[in-house]
């Protein structure tokens, strides 16, 4: 019998070759991502049937419970229909059956399978020698789509003739490739040049090459560091061969791959070599030679194309993602050293301040390295230095120079996701990321965070699941957002089990511990909180924002005395530590803890430096917002105004801080129905805000809302805001707002006549306050009103 040895499919200008994954317009290759391209191919095998949702998510994502089907079959659909060049209202090739499926509106689509290879036969099944499958020429026929049930044999024929060629070619060929589910680790370069610019730069400039590998996935350093510390290594051990042979069976990766240089002369000889970590076999080596020190990146990044290759990846993703070195990094073998130094410092010691002298030592070197821009401004961001963090990421973008897809992908997305601040624009390039390189969690992560922003919790509790489930190396990344997710959802026990795991596993960092004195104030438990804080107060770096922290949580019980103090010295640690706009943060936290105890003179003594000084977008939020609630109209309107200048794209500013700032200001103006209808737009993010901060987080636009409703003495409108705030408490924290809600609600439901609960609601924040400082105004309010329900 005829053996086929493969199926293709043809219809109007296109061909489809399922194997390897080329789709063809008039004879020319059409760039087409894998999942659009899949989806294809589902469509493909039923023309003219409606292919229900459920048939295409087991065609596409058989085993992932996790995926975000809706949105990610969406974007697929989109881009398939980009490729063949069809409209969605005006469909020719893919028609949309709404909360069906899909259709493919082709009637004779043409399936090819091969004629006879070179007359062979078999009597009993199908045989092909492992010299036929590789040399042979086949003449392809098309004729008209058969039936499904024959469809599904000749597949499965091909199926059983690809799999006999493989064991075949194993046997003929020796070891096997690496598949798509593989993982390797990346150990060292052995540097006999003597020239100490290529210890460790080598094998950075290996990483960028690989990782811009939809088909290759590297062990993270992360990992590799964890991995280490449980060997009983030191965590910046030098990967040589042997330890990375250990690494690599102690992680069950496929292979290690181990790298050379020596110099003969003025010229240099590169190689590669890959080891199988099961049985210690070479699964592929490569070998370049460089005919000069500016020409090593060159010679290094042609050797890992080949090797790709002899790993098993196509040639055309090779293609495809294979930006040069000298563009996708940088031609300064010096600028990559101090790169790959900065890097080394912020992943082995937590610490982002110690890693930025190395990244700006890089760019002296190269003006125009952009990824080390894009990690400046990480660096930046996250020590709370966001204006510095702005500028070096808006640089990055700027540059525009060639990178490598994961490269550009980071980059773009940082720029509209925290620079622009445009969520939808991010999220799209995110779904892009995410299909380009669906075994790279980062895009996850990134997703994780923007649906926090958003406030939608269990969205970004999804996102960082499934981050854990693609790459459980990054484990100290995961493990603290999932403890801060599981908070925000007010999953307390689940959030301080999560973080003890972490800590046990040994991914301990100041991020984690803060996140835990946040766990011991909601479960009031004083002497945790007190463990918690001296520990950070141990750690440099740390000792501002505990301080801060304690301020907040002082103010809470209305120690307002004790939290002027501890705000004072939090901002002398942080101006000690030269961190000018985290100190003009914690100013403008401080002004804000007058203004909602009711101390408004105070208002202007803390946010007044902030008043015309340079500052990020959530610091000038909560200065507006302070001078709004104070009554003083005019510096909260100027504030808003220069907001929306800076920001105009920016989701969080426009649809949460402008409208709550916005609404505060026509409740002093005795307009509370012109307040509540600013907030109308605030209503999909009123629960998220920048994340990171406290004084972001305490659901300004429900506060103000609950305001609202008061002043118009609805109390059942004004009682169920202020309730989503108490069901919160994770988000909130140790905002004082988390107690203020109780005397909130308690004269919603006073006005709504509901005695009973209005005089339970002012027990229970007298309760809170039995020790507060007598003559906040607040307090003297509530407990004459509480008289009066007597």
């Known amino acids: ?125 199908l045989a092909l020698t492992a010299t036929n499958a590789v040399h042979s020429e086949t003449q392809i026929a098309f004729s008209r789509a058969p039936s499904r049930p024959s469809k599904i044999l000749i597949f499965a024929a091909a199926l059983l003739l690809l799999a006999s060629s493989a064991l075949l070619l194993f046997s003929v060929h020796g070891p096997r490739k690496l598949t798509g589910a593989d993982t390797i680790l990346l150990a060292e370069f052995t540097n006999s040049t003597g ?11 290996l990483t960028v090459q690989l990782e811009q590998s939809p088909f290759l996935s590297l062990i993270s350093d992360q990992r590799i560091q964890h991995t280490l510390r449980l060997m009983g290594q030191p965590t910046d051990a030098r990967l040589t061969p042997d330890i990375a042979h250990h690494l690599c069976q102690r992680m069950q990766s496929a292979a290690y791959l181990s790298g050379s240089i020596a110099s003969f002369g003025s010229q240099y000889v590169l190689g590669l070599k890959a080891v199988s970590c099961p049985t210690g076999e070479v699964l592929a080596e490569e070998q370049q030679t460089a005919s000069s020190k500016e020409n090593v990146l060159e010679a290094l990044d042609s050797a890992a194309g080949k090797l790709r290759r002899k790993l098993g990846e196509s040639l055309s993703t090779v293609e495809k993602f294979d930006t040069p070195l000298e563009q996708a990094t940088t031609p300064s073998l010096e600028a990559l050293q101090a790169y790959t130094l900065g890097r080394k410092t912020q992943v082995a010691r937590d610490e982002f301040a110690a890693a930025i002298p190395f990244f700006q030592r890089a760019v002296r070197f190269d003006p125009n390295f952009a990824i080390d821009y894009a ?102 990344v995961n493990f603290l957002d999932l403890v801060h997710n ?137 200065a507006a917002l302070s001078f709004a609630l104070a009554g003083d109209s005019p510096r909260a309107q100027l504030l808003a105004d220069d907001l929306a200048r800076r920001y105009p794209d920016d989701t969080i500013v426009n649809f949460n801080y402008l409208p709550t700032i916005r609404a505060q200001i026509a409740l002093d103006r005795k307009d509370p129905a012109r307040a509540i209808e600013l907030l109308q737009s605030a209503a999909p993010y ?26 118009q003495r609805k109390g059942r409108e004004a009682a169920a805001e202020f309730q989503k705030i108490l069901d919160h408490r994770g988000v909130v924290g140790t905002s004082p707002v988390g107690a203020l809600e109780h005397l909130q609600i308690g004269r919603a439901y006073g006005l709504s006549g509901d005695k009973a609960k209005a005089k339970s609601a002012y027990a229970d924040f007298l309760t809170l306050w039995k020790d507060a400082d007598p003559d906040i105004p607040i307090l003297k309010q509530a407990k004459a009103e509480y008289a009066k329900l007597q």
């Open 195 to 205: 020239d100490p610019v290529f210890d460790e730069t080598l094998r950075q400039a």
């Open 686 to 711: 009123e629960l998220g805000g920048m994340g990171g901060v406290w004084w972001e987080l305490f659901l300004g636009p429900v506060y103000v809302r609950g305001q609202a409703y008061l002043a």
């Open 1 to 125: 019998m005829p053996t086929p040895t493969a199926v293709n499919y043809r219809f109007g200008p296109f061909e489809v070759n399922p194997a390897s994954g080329e789709l063809l317009k008039d004879g020319q290759r059409i760039k087409i991502q894998d999942q659009p391209f899949r989806l294809l191919v589902v469509l493909l095998e039923t023309p003219g049937r409606v292919v229900t949702r459920g048939e295409i998510q087991r065609g596409i994502w058989p085993d992932n419970t996790f995926v975000d089907f809706d949105n990610g079959l969406r974007v697929a659909v989109r881009k398939l229909r980009e490729a063949l060049g069809d409209d969605a209202e005006n469909p020719r090739y893919v028609e949309t059956i709404p909360k069906r499926g899909y259709r493919l509106l082709v009637p004779d689509v043409q399936v090819a399978t091969s004629s006879d290879l070179n007359g062979a036969q078999a009597s009993t099944g």
């Open 375 to 476: 990690a400046l401004g990480s660096v930046y961001w996250n020590i709370g230095e966001t204006v510095l963090g702005t500028e070096y990421a808006r640089r990055a973008h700027e540059l525009h120079a060639p990178i490598s897809e994961p490269e550009r992908f980071y980059i773009e997305s940082t720029y509209y996701h925290y620079v622009i601040g445009n969520l939808e624009k991010a999220r799209q390039i995110y779904d892009v990321w995410e299909q380009t390189y669906p075994r790279n969690s980062s895009p996850r992560i990134r997703l994780h965070q923007l649906y926090s922003e958003e406030g939608k919790y269990e969205d970004a509790l999804s996102q960082i699941r499934e981050a854990i489930r693609i790459d459980p190396s990054k484990g100290g």
């Open 486 to 622: 599981l908070l925000d959802l007010d999953r307390l026990q689940e959030a301080g089990a999560t973080a003890r795991q972490a800590i046990a596993n040994g991914f301990d960092s100041s991020s984690l511990r803060l996140n835990l004195y946040q766990l011991a104030f909601l479960d009031n438990d004083a002497s945790e909180m007190a463990r918690q804080a001296a520990w950070l107060t141990s750690k440099p770096g740390s000792e501002g924002q505990i301080l801060e922290l304690e301020a907040e949580a002082a103010a809470y019980w209305g120690h307002l005395k004790e939290s002027r103090n501890l705000s004072r010295l939090a901002v002398a640690s942080a101006m000690r530590a030269e961190e000018s706009e985290i100190a003009t943060s914690f100013e403008a936290n401080a002004a804000l803890r007058e203004a909602l105890l009711g101390r408004t003179a105070e208002v202007r003594l803390h946010a007044e430096p902030t008043y015309g000084v340079s500052m990020g977008r959530g610091t000038r939020y909560a």
